[in-house]
């Protein structure tokens, strides 16, 4: 110890790099000071808020935001996003972009971030390149109180849109791509008395089912299989059941994935409360030769829908099918497929119930249906078609109505599970005309 002291009295050089020391060390301290005492107070003061593009509240929470913006104008930086308008008109809005900026909302002022989640998928490829919106709110002494009236705010502004279809198209790199569309009635469909009453219940006894799914271990998720002729409302079917259980439609280009990843990352992009969509299963898988081939694979599909990957949240999966018997009975089993919908072709009963429904004050209206039932194999898309070219079909009051009734939001009246005959397994059911 003697010996360190008269080193360092003794050595003008350790003296003066010990000096340095600690004037470096409290240097850095008082830098530091003012992030410190700032971190602490905005710990102490301010509440955050985390809304992930997946939520179903996400678009409601994007609007509030922006009409909520102080600088004059709204946010600095703006992103364009297309809406849907009266009848078939799509316009385009804006909405706060990658941006960070002040709002008054509920009373309170919001430091509100918006940016972009880079996806962390392992081994790199399309699934490192997932990328999506999360909003970051950090209100000022805001209380739980204040973070309720919030959340009413933004349900409220989510049910104003209860009259609108979200449809979402999830391509290859995970981003998903949303459109407002009216929502369709049940009795927008030219099908059988009682077909589609059937599979809606049965699809609401399983939401209403998550206490038994998870007695017995089973993930919570529903498959749907629906094929029949083309031109049958295969798409009509599951416009309306989405629309009628209050769910996002989301769409997935199977023709366009050019791997596994890209389908794993259209997969990863699908949110919450959501009836997913896959059109003609039948020609998505290619024979790969190689493995350079492009093209989905028969077993990479099947662990997206049933395997780790698939979520156990009350996904709705439909797939739909021109060609049933081209299908692998591995991808249609029970367990995968729990319910089965030969959507059938053209009824007289259901045309003329149809016709009845829609054009009420055509009095040729029967004529032309049974113009239609002479062709081989009618189906809904012949019968819309044929009527769709008569001069009156825009001029007539019933037409006007059934806007109406494309944009009905009244709850379906669900009927009993009538039509609904079990499989050899009790997971699965099938619906026929």
Same mark, same amino acid.
């Given at each position: 110890?003697?010996?360190?002291?008269?080193?360092?009295?003794?050595?003008?050089?350790?003296?003066?790099?010990?000096?340095?020391?600690?004037?470096?060390?409290?240097? $850095?301290?008082?830098?530091?000071?003012?992030?410190?005492?700032?971190?602490?107070?905005?710990?102490?003061?301010?509440?955050?808020?985390?809304?992930?593009?997946?939520?179903?509240? $996400?678009?409601?929470?994007?609007?509030?935001?922006?009409?909520?913006?102080?600088?004059?104008?709204?946010?600095?930086?703006?992103?364009v996003?297309?809406?849907?308008?009266?009848?078939?008109?799509?316009?385009?809005?804006?909405?706060?972009?990658?941006?960070?900026?002040?709002?008054?909302?509920?009373?309170?002022?919001?430091?509100?971030?918006?940016?972009?989640?880079?996806?962390?998928g392992?081994?790199?490829?399309?699934?490192?390149?997932?990328?999506?919106?999360?909003?970051?709110?950090?209100?000022?002494?805001?209380?739980?109180e204040?973070?309720?009236?919030?959340?009413?705010?933004?349900?409220?502004?989510?049910?104003?849109?209860?009259?609108?279809?979200?449809?979402?198209?999830? =391509?290859?790199?995970?981003?998903?791509?949303?459109?407002?569309?009216?929502?369709?009635?049940?009795?927008?469909?030219?099908?059988p008395?009682?077909? $589609?009453?059937?599979?809606?219940?049965r699809?609401?006894?399983?939401?209403?089912?998550?206490?038994?799914? #998870?007695?017995?271990?089973?993930?919570?998720?529903?498959?749907?299989?629906?094929?029949?002729?083309?031109?049958?409302?295969?798409?009509?079917l599951?416009?309306?059941?989405?629309?009628?259980?209050?769910?996002?439609?989301?769409?997935?280009?199977?023709?366009?994935?050019?791997?596994?990843?890209?389908?794993?990352?259209?997969?990863?992009?699908?949110?919450?409360?959501?009836?997913?969509?896959?059109?003609?299963? =039948?020609?998505?898988?290619?024979?790969?030769?190689?493995?350079?081939?492009?093209?989905?694979?028969?077993?990479?599909?099947?662990?997206?829908?049933?395997?780790?990957?698939?979520p156990?949240?009350?996904?709705?999966?439909?797939?739909?099918?021109n060609?049933?018997?081209?299908? =692998?009975?591995?991808?249609?089993?029970?367990?995968?497929?729990?319910?089965?919908?030969?959507v059938p072709?053209?009824?007289?009963d259901?045309?003329? =119930? $149809?016709?009845?429904?829609?054009?009420?004050?055509?009095?040729?209206?029967? #004529?032309?249906?049974?113009?239609?039932?002479?062709?081989?194999?009618?189906?809904p898309?012949?019968?819309l078609?044929?009527?769709?070219?008569?001069?009156?079909?825009?001029?007539?009051?019933?037409?006007?109505?059934?806007?109406?009734?494309?944009?009905?939001?009244?709850?379906?009246?669900?009927?009993?599970?009538?039509?609904?005959?079990?499989? #050899?397994?009790?997971?699965?059911?099938?619906?026929?005309?």
């Amino acid at each position: 110890m003697d010996l360190t002291t008269t080193l360092f009295e003794s050595t003008p050089f350790v003296q003066g790099g010990m000096a340095l020391m600690i004037a470096g060390w409290l240097g $850095y301290q008082l830098r530091e000071a003012p992030n410190r005492i700032y971190s602490f107070l905005r710990h102490w003061t301010t509440r955050e808020i985390e809304i992930r593009e997946q939520s179903p509240l $996400y678009e409601a929470w994007l609007e509030m935001l922006t009409e909520s913006a102080v600088r004059p104008g709204g946010p600095r930086s703006l992103e364009v996003r297309a809406v849907s308008g009266e009848g078939d008109d799509i316009s385009s809005t804006f909405a706060a972009g990658s941006d960070a900026f002040w709002a008054r909302l509920c009373g309170k002022w919001c430091r509100v971030h918006i940016g972009r989640e880079q996806g962390s998928g392992g081994g790199g490829g399309a699934a490192a390149l997932v990328c999506r919106f999360m909003i970051t709110v950090e209100v000022l002494f805001g209380s739980r109180e204040d973070l309720a009236r919030m959340l009413v705010e933004a349900r409220r502004r989510s049910v104003v849109c209860h009259d609108r279809q979200i449809v979402e198209f999830c =391509d290859r790199w995970g981003c998903r791509h949303s459109l407002k569309l009216p929502k369709r009635s049940p009795q927008t469909l030219c099908l059988p008395q009682g077909f $589609y009453e059937s599979a809606e219940s049965r699809i609401r006894e399983f939401l209403s089912s998550r206490e038994q799914y #998870d007695l017995v271990g089973i993930p919570w998720r529903f498959g749907i299989l629906l094929h029949g002729k083309p031109g049958t409302g295969k798409t009509s079917l599951a416009h309306v059941l989405a629309s009628q259980l209050g769910f996002r439609l989301c769409v997935i280009p199977l023709a366009d994935l050019q791997s596994d990843e890209d389908l794993v990352s259209a997969f990863t992009a699908i949110g919450d409360n959501t009836v997913v969509l896959l059109e003609d299963v =039948d020609s998505a898988f290619r024979k790969r030769k190689n493995q350079d081939a492009e093209g989905i694979t028969f077993s990479g599909f099947l662990n997206c829908i049933d395997g780790m990957l698939a979520p156990h949240n009350g996904r709705i999966l439909i797939m739909s099918t021109n060609h049933i018997e081209q299908l =692998d009975p591995a991808l249609i089993r029970p367990g995968r497929v729990d319910l089965r919908v030969e959507v059938p072709t053209l009824t007289r009963d259901a045309a003329a =119930d $149809y016709v009845d429904r829609l054009f009420a004050h055509v009095p040729s209206r029967h #004529d032309i249906v049974a113009e239609v039932m002479e062709l081989a194999e009618p189906t809904p898309a012949m019968l819309l078609n044929r009527i769709m070219r008569e001069p009156w079909h825009r001029k007539t009051p019933a037409v006007q109505a059934s806007s109406g009734i494309l944009r009905s939001n009244s709850p379906a009246t669900v009927a009993g599970p009538r039509n609904l005959k079990p499989l #050899d397994s009790s997971r699965s059911t099938q619906v026929t005309p």
